[in-house]
């Protein structure tokens, strides 16, 4: 039986491509989503993958959500804990509700996410955990103090998990993702992204696909004693 892969916000964007890739590589993948039902039909539509919606920032939902998925398919193996929001301002007029925003879904989120999976990867004594960074979390970003927080949270808490889950066979991973050609990329400023992809020595935004393609390597057999790493992909913009 193929094992079940997780992909939070895993029906636009990087997390479409993670659940694709995953798809391909054979796993019965489960896509989450927030509030677009539009795009998750037509993900379902173009993909056969199921999708569920539930809000990564509410720990109840996560965890109802995450039975739901467990009842319909099976354990969770593998879990990809991608879903993630931008609220950007400078951090002189950073809003409180901006912060909280961002934190409860990048960090908290993350938690809520794999919370509920954890005690079945222990028992079973086999788990995949990646986490969605960002090279924001590793070089920090102007007018993303909220983002770049969560980024590198996410990097500590694998590190951390990896210690505590590799004696069950569970590994814990981060990717850190460079500027890549989402709807999130796209809402920054025509002009501030022109001089963004100046900085970047590829000359280019990455493509989902080429996250994808980390993710699914993490997530296979093969990188069994690879633990608490994380694989940047940002086109050499920065060695984090
Ligand atoms: N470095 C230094 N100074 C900067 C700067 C930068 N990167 N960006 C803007 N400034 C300066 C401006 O030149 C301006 O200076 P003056 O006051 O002297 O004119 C000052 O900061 C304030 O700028 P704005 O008035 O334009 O600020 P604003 O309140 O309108 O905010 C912004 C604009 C939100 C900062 C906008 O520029 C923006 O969206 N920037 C992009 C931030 C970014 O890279 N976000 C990444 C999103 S994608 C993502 O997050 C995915 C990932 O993981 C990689
Ligand atoms: P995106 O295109 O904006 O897609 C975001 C996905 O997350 C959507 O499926 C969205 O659901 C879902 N989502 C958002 N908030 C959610 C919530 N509260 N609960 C459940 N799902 C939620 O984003 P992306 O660019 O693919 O980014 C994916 C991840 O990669 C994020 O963590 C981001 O920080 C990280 N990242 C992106 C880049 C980049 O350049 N794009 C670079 C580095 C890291 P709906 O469709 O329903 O809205």
Redesign the pocket.
């Known amino acids: 039986m193929s094992r079940v892969a997780l992909v939070?916000?895993?029906?636009?964007?990087?997390?479409e491509a993670i659940s694709k890739a995953l798809k391909e590589a054979g796993y019965t993948v489960a896509a989450?989503?927030?509030?677009?039902d539009e795009?998750a039909k037509a993900f379902t539509d173009a993909t056969g993958i199921r999708t569920y919606k539930?809000?990564?920032?509410d720990y109840g939902e996560s965890k109802a959500g995450i039975e739901k998925v467990e009842a319909d398919l099976g354990p969770i193996e593998i879990v990809v804990a991608?879903?993630?929001?931008t609220r950007d301002a400078p951090f002189h007029k950073m809003t409180p509700d901006q912060w909280k925003e961002v934190i409860d879904?990048?960090l908290t989120?993350v938690f809520n996410t794999i919370h509920p999976v954890w005690p079945g990867m222990r028992e079973r004594k086999f788990g995949r955990v990646i986490v969605?960074s960002?090279?924001n979390g590793q070089k920090g970003q102007f007018a993303q103090t909220n983002y770049a927080a969560t980024k590198a949270g996410d990097i500590g808490i694998v590190r951390s998990l990896a210690q505590e889950g590799a004696r069950n066979n569970i590994t814990a991973n981060a990717v850190c993702?460079?500027?890549?050609a989402?709807?999130?990329?796209m809402a920054v400023p025509e002009k501030v992204r022109e001089s963004i992809i100046a900085q970047i020595p590829a000359g280019r935004l990455g493509e989902?696909e080429e996250i994808a393609r980390c993710v699914a390597f993490l997530a296979s057999d093969d990188a069994g004693f690879i633990n608490g790493s994380t694989i940047s992909a940002n086109g050499a913009q920065f060695f984090g």
């Open positions: 939070t916000g895993g029906t636009r964007g990087i997390g989450t989503y927030a509030g677009n795009k539930w809000n990564v920032a991608n879903a993630g929001i879904t990048n989120g969605i960002s090279v993702p460079g500027y890549i989402t709807e999130m990329v989902p």
